[in-house]
């Protein structure tokens, strides 16, 4: 999907994806390059390799390369950038996600926070599959791979997501 006038990333959707990955806000590093995840002590990059979920490790700039294996991106503030904890209030539109998960039904929706996921769903969330689904999207909750989040950081539920994005479990 095209990027607005004022969108600070664009939104790598299309119908049928069998994973889209949502994330906060872009990073500062990010809205500069114009690539997802471009901080580089950022592990998204290496948490999806790692994860089998792409056949080699992706330079930020490539994000466009992960819509042919399936695999999409957007944020949930498509207006501002930065650290969360800067981010205006109303920065967040969870509404805006889903109407755009609606449209292209992926099978997982996977989001690489616990804040981005309490944004949407609410409440005490755990790592991994949820028992909310929007519509027959299943949602999937990550520890941030950005490096401010680095004590909380576990590869283990990123290899769960890769498990099940390989397998036919995602349906």
């Not at 981005?116 to 409440?123: D, H, K, Q």
């Not at 999937?140 to 290899?159: D, K």
Request: aromatic share 10%; with cysteine; hydrophobic share 45%.
């Amino acid at each position: 999907m095209p990027a607005g006038p004022d969108t600070i990333l664009p939104d790598l959707l299309a119908p049928g994806l069998r994973l889209v990955f949502c994330g906060t806000a872009a990073s500062a590093r990010s809205a500069a390059e114009g690539a997802y995840y471009a901080h580089p002590g950022n592990l998204f990059w290496r948490a999806l390799f790692d994860a089998g979920l792409t056949p080699r490790l992706f330079a930020p700039t490539e994000f466009r390369h992960l819509l042919p294996l399936g695999i999409g991106l957007t944020d949930l503030a498509k207006h501002h950038s930065g650290n969360d904890a800067a981010l205006p209030r109303d920065a967040f539109d969870a509404a805006a996600l889903r109407r755009k998960i609606r449209r292209c039904r992926p099978r997982l929706l996977a989001f690489t926070s616990k804040n981005a996921a309490r944004a949407v769903l609410g409440g005490a969330l755990d790592y991994g599959m949820q028992e909310e689904t929007f519509g027959a999207t299943r949602l999937f909750v990550l520890p941030s791979p950005s490096g401010q989040a680095r004590g909380h950081w576990n590869l283990q539920p990123w290899l769960a997501l890769g498990a099940l994005y390989r397998g036919d479990g995602a349906r």
